[in-house]
């Protein structure tokens, strides 16, 4: 992690069988990408993993990370679950759902691009 990334954030774009995964987070209502904040001395990486197993309850791997600038973004293969006391609601998406928490137009570049990353 850089210095400068203390008040970073990181979410992460998993696919499965040609599908992604979303949470549904109640207080912005609205879909979104499992993620969060970066702690002081984590990287990136393994931020990712534990913002996803924590709102999600599945594991990931993680691929490849970009950085946006705003935020960094993985793409990453979906593993297992392994809680079902996650934070928030899952759903697995085909296409990007009409009521988003975040910016459309974010999603609309980092969905493919995570895919592509992924499927080749």
């Not at 609205?30 to 970066?38: C, F, T």
């Amino acid at each position: 992690m850089n210095p400068d990334d203390t008040d970073r954030s990181v979410y992460t774009v998993a696919f499965r069988d040609g599908r992604f995964l979303m949470v549904y987070n109640r207080k912005r209502k609205g879909w979104e990408m499992p993620g969060g904040h970066i702690r002081v001395g984590e990287s990136t990486e393994d931020a990712a993993v534990r913002e996803f197993e924590e709102e999600s309850g599945y594991t990931v791997e993680i691929v490849k990370i970009r950085d946006l600038g705003h935020c960094y973004v993985c793409a990453a293969r979906l593993g297992e679950k392994i809680t079902r006391d996650a934070e928030m609601e899952t759903r697995m998406f085909d296409t990007l759902p009409d009521e988003l928490a975040f910016d459309r137009t974010e999603y609309e570049d980092t969905v493919p691009w995570s895919e592509s990353e992924i499927y080749g």
